[in-house]
């Protein structure tokens, strides 16, 4: 199995950024791609970035293109979400998400299509 932590959240003040971490250990040889999802208070889990081990390739919802970027270094087993110009409505808990096996690249926007799921780290902007 694969195991999932994060870490990187704070507090900071619209306009800010943060660098938030996921490290993963176990079969991670595995797994296909990683996501980052997040959680505001009263609302659904959200989609916001993701990224396949192999090539690289990523994906983003709408909302965060060009404030937040999703990399991930292979010999450290770590993806991070590198996010600036945050905004208020940024706040939530930021979960890591770990996709065993291929998908097309739609499926991996959608919280269900993920295996393993990390702890979460709190993220809020102040205005």
């Known amino acids: 199995q694969v195991q999932l932590v994060e870490s990187g959240g704070g507090l900071v003040q619209a306009g800010g950024s943060l660098r938030l971490s996921c490290v993963a250990s176990?079969?991670?040889?595995?797994?296909?791609?990683m996501g980052w999802f997040r959680q505001a208070p009263g609302k659904e889990r959200e989609f916001v970035a993701a990224?396949?081990?192999?090539?690289?390739?990523?994906y983003y919802t709408e909302s965060v293109k060009g404030r937040v970027t999703i990399s991930r270094d292979n010999a450290k087993n770590t993806v991070y979400l590198q996010m600036d110009s945050l905004k208020p409505e940024d706040t939530a808990v930021y979960y890591c998400?770990?996709?065993?096996?291929?998908?097309?690249?739609?499926?991996?926007?959608?919280?269900?299509?993920?295996?393993?799921w990390g702890q979460g780290t709190q993220v809020t902007v102040s205005s």
């Open positions: 990224i396949t081990w192999s090539h690289g390739s990523t």
């Open positions: 176990g079969r991670t040889f595995s797994t296909y791609a």
């Open positions: 998400a770990a996709k065993i096996s291929w998908a097309e690249s739609r499926r991996l926007g959608v919280e269900s299509a993920y295996d393993r």
